[in-house]
C-alpha cells in the first residue's frame, strides 16, 4: 500500500539536488562511465553559440531559434561551446581521453543514482531515453517510491523482533505516512532516499545476529556510505556495536564492507585525488560562500542547527512529524533495558548523523520541505519508538495522545505530497514584490516564524498549490533546467 501511496500524487518532484541522479543511468548506459561530459548529456550543462548568451539544449537534433543548422551541427561547426554547469556537478581531475573534453562527477556521489539502474535497463531500449526527459524523471521517481517502500517493510521486519506484528505494522506505518520519507525522499531519487534504505536493510541484519548477516549488514551500510558520505558513522557505529558483542558476525561485517569502501576510495582518488575526497565537500565551499559569506562548509552553531532541523516550523522534525517524540524516550530506556540492546547502536548512529546536519552551512537544506538533512535517520527513529510504544499504547491518554501527534503528522506528509513545490514558500514573492528567498540571510528569519510558515502557506493554499504544483513539474520534465542560472559555474568560455 505504501508504494501506491507514494505515487498517488501522479507527478514526480524534480529538483537539482537529485538531477544528476536522475540522468546518472541513462548516462552509464550510453557511455560506460559514471561521470559526465558535455557533449553526451548536453542537457546539464549551458551552452554558447558564438559566444552570445547561454542557452539550454534539449535534444542534439533541434536547432535554435533563427538558426537553419541543429545543435549537432553547430557543435561540429565550432560553433556551439559549453559554457556552464549546474551545481549538481563538479570537475575531476580527469578530461575524455582522445579529445580531453572535461569530466564531471555527480556532485552527490556516484552511487545514489546507479540504484534507478535496474529500471532503465528495462525502460532504455523501451521509451527511448535519450531525449526523453519526462521518463527519466518518471524512472527516478519509481526507484525513489520503491526504495522507500521497501525501507517501510524492513523497519516492520526490524519492529517486529520487539514487539507484535500488528504493533509493528502500526509503527511501520506511521514511518512510511507519518515522516518526510514520503513527501520528499519517496518523491524523486536524492542521495538520502538509498541510503535510508540500505541503513533500514543493514539495521535488520544487525538485529538478526550471526555472521551472515553481519556480512549483510556490512555490505548495506557500506552502500548507503557510497550513497551519502555521512553513512561512514553509521557503518562505524555499528562496527563498535557488533565487535562488542559478537566477534564473528564483527568479521563478517569488515570483510563485507571493505570492498565497496574501497571502492568509493578509488572513485575519490581517481576523480578527485584523494581517497576522503567528496565531489560533495568539494561543491560546499563555493555554495557556503554564496549564501554565507564564508566558504567554512562547518560554520553553523550546533545549539542553532539543532533547534533548527528539531523545532522550526518550517523544518522541524517535531513540527512535521512529532510522533517521533517517542525516539527520544525510547533511545534512553534502549541503553536501561537489555532487551532492547541491539538498538543502542541504532541511537548512537543517528546522533552521529544529526551532528554534522546541525553543523552544515545551510541546516535548512536549501528550497525544501521539512527536515530533508536528516530525513535518512527517519527508519532508526521509528524503531526507537518501540522500547516506550508497548506503554503508549497500553494506556488510554497516552494512546490518544499519540494518535493525536500521528494524525497531524500524516496530515502534514499530505498536505508535502500533494501541495509542495520548492519555489512557492521558500522563495516566495511578498506583497511589495520581494522575492523573500529563505537562503538569503535578510529572509532566513522566516525559518522561525509560525506567522509566515510552510505548512500553514500550504493548507491555506492547498487546491492552488495542487495545480501550481502540476504545472511546475510538467514543465520541469520537458527539458533541461538550471544549467545556466545565476548561482552556477563558468567554464570560462
Not at 401 to 406: E, G, I, K, P, T
Request: glycine share 8%.
Amino acid at each position: 500500500m505504501s508504494l501506491l501511496l507514494y505515487l498517488a500524487n501522479g507527478r514526480v518532484l524534480p529538483s537539482n539536488d537529485a538531477k544528476a541522479n536522475a540522468y546518472a543511468p541513462l548516462n552509464l548506459l550510453g557511455t560506460g562511465e559514471v561521470v559526465f561530459a558535455p557533449t553526451d548529456m548536453p542537457y546539464m550543462f549551458g551552452w554558447r553559440i558564438d559566444r552570445g548568451d547561454l542557452v539550454l539544449l534539449a535534444d542534439w537534433r533541434a536547432k535554435p531559434p533563427g538558426e537553419e543548422s541543429t545543435y549537432a551541427e553547430l557543435l561540429a561547426a565550432g560553433r556551439l561551446l559549453p559554457a556552464s554547469y549546474g551545481l549538481y556537478l563538479v570537475p575531476t581531475l580527469r578530461t575524455r581521453a582522445g579529445t580531453g573534453e572535461a569530466l564531471f562527477a555527480n556532485t552527490f556521489g556516484p552511487a545514489a543514482g546507479l540504484t534507478a539502474l535496474p529500471a532503465a535497463l528495462v525502460a532504455f531500449p523501451l521509451l527511448g531515453l535519450q531525449v526523453d526527459h519526462a521518463s527519466i524523471w518518471l524512472l527516478a521517481k519509481i526507484t525513489a517510491a520503491l526504495l522507500v517502500a521497501g525501507s517501510v517493510a524492513l523497519v516492520y521486519l526490524s519492529a517486529a523482533r520487539f514487539t507484535t506484528p500488528h504493533r509493528a505494522a502500526l509503527l511501520a506505518a506511521a514511518y512510511a505516512f507519518g515522516t518526510c520519507v514520503w513527501s520528499i525522499s519517496s518523491q524523486t531519487l536524492w542521495q538520502q532516499t538509498p541510503a535510508l534504505f540500505f541503513y533500514a536493510l543493514g539495521i535488520l541484519c544487525v538485529v538478526r545476529g550471526g555472521a551472515q548477516w553481519g556480512a549483510a549488514a556490512g555490505a548495506a551500510l557500506a552502500l548507503a556510505m557510497a550513497c551519502r558520505p555521512t553513512g561512514a558513522l553509521v557503518l562505524a557505529a555499528a562496527a563498535i556495536y557488533l565487535l562488542l558483542t559478537e566477534r564473528r558476525a564483527f568479521a563478517a561485517f569488515v570483510a563485507a564492507s571493505l570492498p565497496i569502501v574501497a571502492a568509493l576510495a578509488f572513485y575519490n582518488w581517481y576523480y578527485f585525488g584523494a581517497p576522503w575526497s567528496f565531489g560533495q565537500l568539494a561543491m560546499a565551499q563555493h555554495l557556503a560562500e554564496t549564501k554565507t559569506g564564508s566558504p567554512e562548509a562547518w560554520q553553523t552553531p550546533l545549539w542553532l542547527g539543532a533547534a533548527g532541523l528539531l523545532l522550526s516550523p518550517s523544518r522541524g522534525l517535531l513540527i512535521h512529524s512529532p510522533f517521533l517524540l517517542l525516539a527520544f524516550a525510547g533511545a534512553v530506556l534502549a541503553w536501561r533495558r537489555p532487551q532492547y540492546r541491539a538498538l543502542r547502536f541504532v541511537a548512537a548512529a543517528s546522533v552521529l548523523l544529526w551532528i554534522p546536519a546541525f553543523l552544515w552551512f545551510d541546516w535548512w537544506g536549501g528550497w525544501t520541505y521539512g527536515y530533508r538533512p536528516i530525513v535518512d535517520t527517519a527508519p532508526m527513529l521509528a524503531l526507537l519508538c518501540l522500547p516506550v510504544l508497548d506503554r503508549v499504547l497500553d494506556q488510554r491518554p497516552a494512546r490518544l495522545a499519540f494518535a493525536a501527534l500521528l494524525a497531524w503528522s500524516v496530515l502534514v506528509q499530505v498536505v508535502g505530497v500533494f501541495a509542495y513545490t520548492p519555489l512557492a514558500w521558500n522563495g516566495r514573492v511578498l506583497g511589495d514584490g520581494t522575492r523573500a528567498d529563505i537562503d538569503l540571510p535578510e529572509h532566513r528569519h522566516r525559518l522561525w516564524s509560525f506567522r509566515d510558515w510552510q505548512i500553514g502557506f500550504f493548507i491555506v493554499n492547498f487546491p492552488r498549490a495542487v495545480a501550481v504544483g502540476r504545472a511546475y513539474a510538467a514543465d520541469w520534465v520537458t527539458g533541461p533546467h538550471n544549467a545556466t542560472g545565476p548561482d552556477n559555474l563558468s567554464l570560462g568560455k
